[in-house]
């Protein structure tokens, strides 16, 4: 949508290297048509500094600091110079058991810190064989908004990714992801009319092949991209397909 500046988002997971992170310093290039951001294991924030491309972290705690050993606080994202943080992505909420209230908690300390949060939603299979695909994304998306005040939604990126497509290979149809887009679209400008400026990135097996059918629906904003982002060709033509 015009109203709407894309985004590509890289999620390199636990993957990549020092060497591979150079590579794509000096071969991913920012662009103003639209946000590229790569989001980077902890231990190669401060490397990227000097990048053109904007970075963001993975995770970070609910805390602001104190006696959680091996969390990171937010601040410390920012020191580094990360303005993004994923937060709620379904392999912490299934490898960390990560719930729904912390997940909200997560995403008003990342706010508070002036960092935005890229908030992922998404079914497992059994749900959407279920039918229950807008009722369990919704009840997502009601928990964060019983913890942070509703302006959040103007402030945050919104991650559609079915569990399902997530490094799988699997990728939802353009129309089957432009449905749950449409959908989060229309509960979150309820909640707030200037939701209708949040953008909302699909993720679960994007690649440099079938980007373009997904960017090119009307409330699908770009994308949170897995594997291909370890793949700085792969990267680039993502990066491409918004334009
Ligand atoms: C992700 O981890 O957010 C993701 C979408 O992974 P992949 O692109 O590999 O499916």
Request: hydrophobic share 45%; aromatic share 6%; glycine share 8%.
């Amino acid at each position: 949508s015009n109203v709407r500046k894309p985004m590509v988002a890289g999620n390199w997971k636990m993957n990549g290297s020092l060497a591979l992170l150079h590579t794509f310093i000096s071969e991913l290039k920012a662009s103003p048509l639209l946000d590229t951001v790569l989001c980077l294991p902890y231990p190669y924030l401060a490397a990227a500094s000097k990048a053109s491309f904007k970075v963001g972290a993975q995770d970070c705690s609910q805390f602001g600091a104190g006696a959680h050993t091996g969390d990171i606080a937010v601040g410390m994202l920012q020191e580094l110079g990360a303005t993004y943080v994923i937060v709620g992505h379904s392999e912490r909420r299934q490898d960390h058991n990560e719930s729904n209230i912390a997940v909200a908690l997560k995403v008003q300390t990342v706010l508070n810190a002036g960092l935005t949060p890229i908030l992922c939603v998404g079914e497992p299979l059994k749900v959407r064989e279920a039918g229950n695909v807008n009722k369990f994304v919704f009840e997502q998306l009601q928990a964060v908004i019983d913890v942070c005040s509703k302006d959040f939604l103007e402030k945050c990126i919104i991650a559609y990714e079915p569990i399902w497509a997530i490094g799988t290979g699997k990728t939802a149809s353009p129309e089957q992801a432009q449905e749950v887009h449409q959908f989060i679209r229309t509960e979150i400008v309820k909640w707030n009319h200037n939701a209708v400026s949040t953008r909302l990135l699909y993720g679960g097996s994007v690649n440099a092949s079938n980007a373009h059918a997904l960017f090119a629906k009307p409330d699908i904003d770009g994308g949170l991209i897995g594997g291909a982002s370890l793949k700085i060709d792969d990267f680039i033509a993502i990066c491409n397909a918004v334009k």
